[in-house]
C-alpha cells in the first residue's frame, strides 16, 4: 500500500524543539532540566512547543494517515452510520458544516482579529468548517461520571476491522508524548512534575483527527478550520502530508506550521492559560487551502490516493 510523503519544508525557528528521550531516561539529569525550561519557556513565549519522542514512528503515523484517508474518503452515507448527535458528537464522525469556529460571532475574538497587523489576520470565517471529524477516546475511564457524553461507549466503523487497534496505538503514542510534556512544563514553571498530570488523570482525553475533501476545495485560500483555539490543556498534532496550517505566537505573529521530522507539534489550551493565569496564551490556528495544498492533492492524485487533507490531532 502506497503511503504519501510527508511535506517538509524547512522548519519553524522560535519555537522549542524539546527531546523527551532526554527527559525520561533521567529527570534528574541536567540535560533533563534544560529542556524542561526550554518547553516552559516556549509554551511562556509562543504558546507551541515542537517534542521529539522516539516512541512514536513514522510507520505508525503513516498507518494511522493511511486509514483516515480511506475513512474519509467512503461517500457521506457510509459515514453518517457512525455519528451520534444524540451525544452531540462527542464519538463518532462529526459532518462537514456542523462546527462553527467561535470567532465566527465571539466579540472578545473578533476584537483580537481587528488588532492584529493585515499580515497577520487570518482568513474570514464565512460559516460553519467544511471538514469531518472523527472523534476516539483514549486513556482510562472513570467509573462513575456526572459527565455521560464525554465517556460514551467508542464508536466502530463497519467497514475498517483495523480501526480500533490503529486509533488505540497512534491515540496513546499521543497521550504518551503529551503527558510528557505536561510533566516537562510542570518542572520548568517550577511546580511539582504532576502538577497537570494529576488533573489530566482519567480525563476524557481525545483522538480527533479531521478530513477535508481537496476534490471539492480547490480554490487558495479557503479555510478548512476558521480561525480558533482549543478547550483542552494541550493539543497535540502529528505531521501533515498537506500544508495550510497556521498557528499564531503569542505577540500576535501568524506562523506557517511545518513540524520538523521526527517530532510532534503541542500547542496550548484554554485550560492552560487558566492554569497559568493567562502567563501561557491558548494558541490560535486556521487551516487553510493554499497552493501547497492543491500541489500536494495532485501528488496524491497521481499516487491513487484519496484526496482528503487528515490533521493527525
Not at 522549542?16 to 534528574?28: G, H, I, K, N, Y
Not at 475511564?141 to 467497514?159: H, I, M, Q, T, Y
Not at 521530522?261 to 491558548?282: D, F, Y
Request: with cysteine; net charge negative.
Amino acid at each position: 500500500k502506497l503511503s504519501l510523503p510527508f511535506w517538509d519544508p524547512l522548519p519553524m525557528k522560535v519555537v522549542a524543539v524539546a527531546d523527551v528521550d532526554a527527559f525520561l531516561a533521567d529527570p534528574s539529569s541536567a540535560e533533563a532540566r534544560t529542556t524542561c525550561d526550554d518547553v516552559a519557556r516556549s509554551l511562556l513565549q509562543t504558546g507551541i512547543v515542537f517534542l521529539r519522542d522516539s516512541r512514536v514512528s513514522e510507520a505508525e503515523a503513516s498507518a494511522f494517515l493511511d486509514m483516515l484517508e480511506d475513512y474519509f474518503a467512503q461517500d457521506a452515507e457510509a459515514k453518517r452510520a457512525d455519528e451520534r448527535p444524540e451525544l452531540h458528537y462527542q464519538v463518532g464522525t462529526t459532518p462537514e458544516h456542523v462546527e462553527m469556529p467561535i470567532c465566527k460571532s465571539d466579540g472578545e475574538c473578533l476584537d483580537r482579529i481587528a488588532k492584529l497587523s493585515d499580515e497577520n489576520k487570518p482568513l474570514e470565517i464565512r460559516g460553519a468548517d467544511p471538514k469531518w471529524r472523527f472523534f476516539w477516546r483514549i486513556g482510562g475511564r472513570p467509573g462513575k461520571s456526572a459527565f455521560e457524553d464525554l465517556n460514551a461507549e467508542p464508536v466502530v466503523p463497519a467497514a475498517f476491522p483495523e480501526w480500533t487497534p490503529t486509533m488505540n496505538n497512534w491515540g496513546n503514542k499521543m497521550l504518551q508524548s503529551v503527558s510528557a510534556c505536561a510533566q516537562m512544563a510542570a518542572i520548568g514553571f517550577g511546580l511539582e512534575h504532576d502538577a497537570f498530570t494529576n488533573l489530566m488523570h482519567m480525563g476524557p482525553h481525545l483522538l480527533a483527527p479531521t478530513g477535508s475533501d481537496l476534490s471539492k476545495h480547490t480554490a487558495t485560500d479557503v479555510p478548512l478550520a476558521g480561525w480558533h483555539n482549543d478547550l483542552n490543556l494541550l493539543t497535540i498534532h502529528g505531521r501533515s502530508r498537506y500544508p495550510g496550517l497556521y498557528a499564531w505566537l503569542s505577540d500576535g505573529t501568524k506562523m506557517a506550521v511545518s513540524i520538523p521530522t521526527g517530532c510532534l507539534l503541542v500547542q496550548a489550551g484554554q485550560q492552560m492559560e487558566w492554569l497559568t493565569g493567562g502567563a501561557v496564551q491558548a494558541g490560535m490556528h486556521e487551516v487553510v487551502v493554499n497552493q501547497g495544498t492543491l500541489n500536494a492533492a495532485e501528488r496524491a492524485r497521481q499516487m491513487g490516493r484519496p484526496v482528503w487533507r487528515i490533521s493527525s490531532t
